[in-house]
């Protein structure tokens, strides 16, 4: 041992230890304190010998601190720091700390107890993490360029940080009147940032405040958005303050402002489109009879020219021209009531007898040259529809069908109804096929769209429509098909009640 520590005094020794030490009797009075003590509690030696150490500890402690010297002093052996020790402990002033304690026996004669108390290892964690949340939220708070007020209501003023002052035209105070926060923003926004906050100060809401308004710079007179989310605090049912974040928001409401032009135009692209598609549906119903109405009149000035007067067939060629343009006005009208989303005139029909209706006229027009197998099944029950829509459908699916197989040697469209069972409610179900190329599985995806098409003088809306029409007689419409095997289109309707 070195000579001159020898002889070092315990007194010498206990001042000093750098950490906080007091030294007790067995009953807890005090009868040592070291100056990192005296300096840490703000008492003397002298005011605090003889007291019990119990009342350096918050008295909603002092329960907990008996418990640790109870338990040291049945088995007086050493515990040190950081074995949960912990306790919060009151100075002189009042002010609460953290502290983790150490106890260590000391027997001379009867038994003292050394306690060291250092600042709790968990607190300075705390405070470290808390510091750590601190900076990221003035960091986040100065990335964002969030501004933060506090606004007091029973003292009618607010509290605010610079940034927020920033947005009211660098105001210099860190207080400011309500009245005076309030005769920046926009008269115009008052009503409406005031019913917000009547709002969160109901408690019903929960606090919630949102609102956005303009503030006016007093200097320039610029107007600057404001987007602020904020809470109410309550005292009871009272509302006492409100904190809330703001942020400039200007540049995005004058870019909302901005994309609003184009929306507009956007609106009257899809105006024209919806215009476009309805004269090509109108383009549609009509393409036909006056196709037919034209040969007929070809007909009619052919028989004229020629000096022959062919009663008879001037006759047949101008009822001709009577019913395709009956067929013609009325497929229009019926279309005008489908666009107008008008009630749908059903009735109890037979599909078999539609089927045939529709066949006959695809076979009169010349679509082209097929063998129809029909595979009707006899006692199929009526169905609830409106009877043209669904001629209109079979006269598309046939025509395009016939149109489809012109290049097929033996072209045969098969048409078979028969009952369909589905979620346990019966449906009649129709199938069109042909033996014409097909479609690969790339065209079959995108026919059922306004405007598709790959015919020279089609206009792509019959299989849009015919999708629409039985769509809107409560059935469905599909295709399947594999390329070279020819298309199948099936369609169900419901039957009648
Ligand atoms: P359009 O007949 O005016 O072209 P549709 O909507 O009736 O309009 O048909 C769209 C396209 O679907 C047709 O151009 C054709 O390419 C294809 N299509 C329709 N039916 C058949 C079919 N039975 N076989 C092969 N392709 C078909």
């Known amino acids: 041992m070195i000579e001159a520590l020898k002889n070092l005094s315990f007194r010498t020794l206990f001042d000093a230890i750098a950490d906080a030490a007091i030294v007790i009797e067995s009953t807890g009075h005090v009868v040592l304190m070291n100056p990192a003590a005296q300096q840490l509690f703000g008492y003397t030696e002298n005011e605090l010998m003889g007291l019990a150490v119990e009342m350096l500890i918050t008295p909603r402690y002092r329960k907990q601190y008996r418990y640790y010297q109870t338990l040291f002093l049945d088995k007086p052996a050493k515990l040190p720091m950081g074995t949960g020790n912990e306790i919060m402990v009151c100075n002189r002033s009042g002010q609460e700390m953290l502290l983790d304690m150490s106890f260590s026996p000391i027997e001379v004669q009867q038994l003292y107890v050394l306690i060291t108390f250092t600042v709790s290892r968990q607190r300075l964690k705390v405070e470290d993490t ?48 309500y009245e005076g926060f309030v005769a920046m923003i926009h008269p115009a926004d008052r009503a409406g940032r005031q019913a917000a ?18 503030v006016i710079d007093p200097l320039d007179k610029a107007e600057r958005w404001i987007a602020v989310v904020g809470r109410v605090y309550f005292e009871g049912d009272h509302a006492n303050r ?63 020219r020629n000096d022959s007067f062919d009663v008879e ?23 005008i009531a489908f666009l107008q989303k008008s009630e749908l005139a059903t009735e109890p029909l037979n599909l078999n007898d539609v089927i045939r209706e529709a066949l006959d006229v695809v076979v009169s027009d010349g679509s082209g040259k097929f063998r129809a197998r029909l595979k009707l099944e006899q006692d199929l029950p009526a169905v609830q529809c409106n009877r043209t829509q669904v001629h209109k459908v079979l006269v598309n699916l046939f025509r395009n069908a016939a149109e489809a197989m012109q290049t097929t040697d033996s072209p045969i469209l098969t048409i078979i109804t028969q009952m369909q069972v589905l979620n346990d409610k019966n449906r009649a179900l129709v199938s069109v096929q042909d033996n014409g190329p097909g479609l690969d599985q790339a065209m079959a995806k995108r026919i ?42 099936h369609f169900t309707l419901p039957f009648a009640p």
């Open 242 to 304: 409100l904190v809330s974040v703001a942020r400039d928001v200007t540049e995005q409401k004058i870019l909302q402002k901005e994309l609003r032009v184009p929306s507009n135009e956007a609106e009257k692209i899809f105006e024209q489109q919806a215009a476009a598609r309805t004269a090509s549906a109108i383009a549609h119903e009509l393409n036909q009879p006056l196709t037919a109405i034209s040969a007929y009149s070809e007909v009619v000035l052919h028989t004229l």
């Open 130 to 177: 808390l510091r750590v949340r601190e900076e990221c939220l003035r960091l986040a708070k100065q990335a964002a360029g969030f501004g933060i007020f506090d606004y007091d209501f029973k003292r009618g003023v607010v509290y605010w940080d610079k940034q927020m002052r920033e947005f009211w035209g660098g105001y210099p105070g860190e207080i400011i009147s």
């Open 313 to 335: 067939r001037l006759k047949n060629a101008l009822q001709g021209c009577v019913e395709q343009t009956q067929r013609a006005g009325r497929g229009l009208h019926e279309l």
């Open 448 to 489: 059922f769209e306004p405007f598709f098409t790959t015919k020279q003088t089609g206009i792509g809306m019959g299989l849009a429509i015919s999708r629409a029409l039985i769509e809107s007689n409560g059935g469905e419409l599909w295709v399947e098909s594999d390329e070279g095997s020819g298309a199948s289109f």
């Open 197 to 214: 906050l009547d709002y969160a100060m109901n408690p019903v809401s929960h606090g919630a405040y949102k609102a956005e308004y303009r």
